[in-house]
């Protein structure tokens, strides 16, 4: 811009304006517009525009105040649409790269998955990348930990970034925790486990445990809690607990005998998970067994808590077990599956197992199993389809039973047909029911076939 001679009182013409603004003779009249401090000779052609140079420079500098608009006010009134149209567009693209790239960090930072290496603990988000980890258990156990690496992932805060559960072991303690973690590896909580009961000749299994499982549970309302099955480490005792977000214990259950499988699931359809366990029990000499705890309050002790009088022969081995004035759990259902002399003939130990197979249609289907058989018989059983209070509804051979059957009868009793044998195991299991054992009804419907 020309700076005005001081004898200037006024610039006459709009070429001359132009010239002074250094602009063409079409942007005056634009900014005339706008609000150009412009004079006019009404009346009179020719010169009959002028402006003075004071005006201008103070309309011309606040006008630099805003660049922006000014940009915009050089442009014809089409392109000032296309260039805010293209500026919405700018804005938008960028702010959804922006929302991918934090959606992208925040995926990389969740916790999602968890591995074993040795006996560390590797939590890792969807990729399988290693977030970060901790010690699961002791160097040198013999114990197979892959299928328990005791692990449970909760958005607990709701802030999309999931919390973790596991369990941890404290090598100058010789020690084992439950330990909640923000999704950054920072420990939030530990929480150990005491039993305050004992057991017939003084056995003390107060402590010495370790968490072997872990799942999330929810109530009615949706809110979520922990779930731990614990086992002693040298002894034939589970317990079966429920901790808050905080830490704090809600509910313990004990279950004498080793437990190989626990699940949360609203089997009942009434809106809270119920607490499904199975495993074996010691005071039933190794029979395999079954129960559903009740979410909000379970306690107590499983069922019996006396040796059962067809064990009178194995008391020297059963009675450390038996609980010194135990509490009666409140177990929603609890069955047993008693034992035959048929799949004796290929026990290698003294207990039979349960494992819950999966659930479909509020029923459960289970795995009655000889206990260390081994890889090469691990199907060596029956399957039972049970409904929520534990009938049976129908009793399938495993396949390898079936592969295996000549010989099986030829060691066993004979004469006995592949259907004889399915209906005797329906007529094995037996419920726990007002303090003692009654057979667990068989239901089969139209469509179940043995």
């Known amino acids: 811009m020309k700076k005005a001679e001081k004898n200037a009182e006024r610039i006459e013409g709009i070429k001359a304006i132009a010239d002074y603004l250094q602009v063409d003779k079409r942007t005056i009249y634009r900014?005339?517009?706008?609000?150009?401090?412009?004079?006019?000779?009404?009346?009179?052609?020719?010169?009959?525009?002028?402006?003075?140079?004071?005006?201008?420079?103070?309309?011309?500098?606040s006008r630099r105040q805003n660049s922006p608009t000014d940009l915009i006010s050089r442009l014809s009134t089409p392109s000032k649409a296309v260039v805010f149209v293209l500026l919405i567009i700018i804005v938008s693209l960028g702010s959804i790269f922006i929302f991918n790239r934090l959606l992208h960090q925040k995926a990389q930072l969740n916790p999602m998955t968890a591995g074993l290496s040795g006996n560390v603990i590797q939590i890792k988000n969807l990729n399988d990348e290693i977030l970060w980890n901790d010690i699961s258990f002791e160097s040198g156990t013999n114990f197979n930990w892959e299928g328990y690496m005791a692990v449970a992932f909760c958005d607990i805060d709701s802030d999309g970034q999931n919390e973790v559960i596991m369990r941890v072991y404290r090598q100058e303690e010789d020690h084992y925790y439950i330990s909640l973690f923000d999704n950054d590896g920072r420990l939030i909580w530990k929480k150990d486990i005491k039993n305050e009961r004992r057991f017939n000749t003084s056995l003390d299994l107060r402590a010495d445990y370790y968490p072997l499982e872990i799942v999330v549970a929810r109530s009615k309302n949706n809110q979520p809690s922990?779930?731990?099955?614990?086992?002693?480490?040298?002894?034939?005792?589970?317990?079966?607990?429920?901790?808050?977000?905080?830490?704090?214990?809600?509910?313990?259950?004990?279950?004498?005998?080793?437990?190989?499988?626990?699940?949360?699931?609203?089997?009942?359809?009434?809106?809270?998970?119920e607490i499904i366990f199975s495993g074996t029990n010691n005071l039933l000499n190794g029979e395999a067994v079954l129960g559903i705890l009740p979410f909000s309050s379970f306690e107590g002790f499983s069922p019996p808590y006396q040796i059962e009088p067809e064990f009178e022969d194995e008391s020297y081995k059963l009675r450390d077990y038996v609980p010194d004035n135990p509490l009666p759990g409140n177990q929603l259902s609890y069955i047993r599956f008693k034992k035959t002399g048929h799949l004796e003939k290929y026990d290698f130990s003294e207990y039979h197992s349960c494992q819950i197979d999966h659930i479909a249609d509020e029923n459960l289907e289970v795995k009655l199993y000889i206990w260390n058989l081994g890889d090469e018989?691990?199907?060596?059983?029956?399957?039972?389809?049970?409904?929520?209070?534990?009938?049976?509804?129908?009793?399938?051979?495993?396949?390898?039973?079936?592969?295996?059957?000549?010989?099986?009868?030829?060691?066993?009793?004979?004469?006995?047909?592949?259907?004889?044998?399915?209906?005797?195991?329906?007529?094995?299991?037996?419920?726990?029911?007002?303090?003692?054992?009654?057979?667990?009804?068989?239901?089969?419907?139209?469509?179940?076939?043995?």
Not at 49 to 56: D, G, S, T
Not at 263 to 270: E, I, K, S, W
Not at 395 to 416: H, K, Q, W
């Open 31 to 61: 900014w005339e517009q706008l609000g150009l401090p412009l004079n006019r000779v009404a009346g009179i052609k020719g010169k009959t525009v002028y402006a003075y140079p004071e005006e201008l420079d103070q309309w011309f500098k």
């Open 377 to 450: 018989t691990d199907n060596f059983g029956f399957y039972y389809t049970l409904n929520p209070e534990l009938d049976i509804l129908a009793v399938i051979p495993c396949a390898e039973l079936r592969d295996l059957y000549p010989g099986f009868v030829r060691s066993g009793e004979t004469n006995f047909s592949l259907e004889q044998l399915t209906s005797i195991y329906s007529k094995i299991v037996f419920k726990w029911q007002d303090g003692s054992w009654v057979q667990s009804a068989y239901l089969p419907s139209a469509n179940n076939t043995n």
């Open 226 to 273: 922990f779930v731990t099955h614990w086992r002693h480490r040298p002894r034939f005792l589970s317990l079966i607990t429920r901790h808050d977000l905080e830490g704090n214990l809600l509910n313990k259950y004990n279950h004498v005998g080793h437990l190989g499988t626990i699940m949360a699931y609203d089997l009942r359809g009434d809106g809270d998970n």
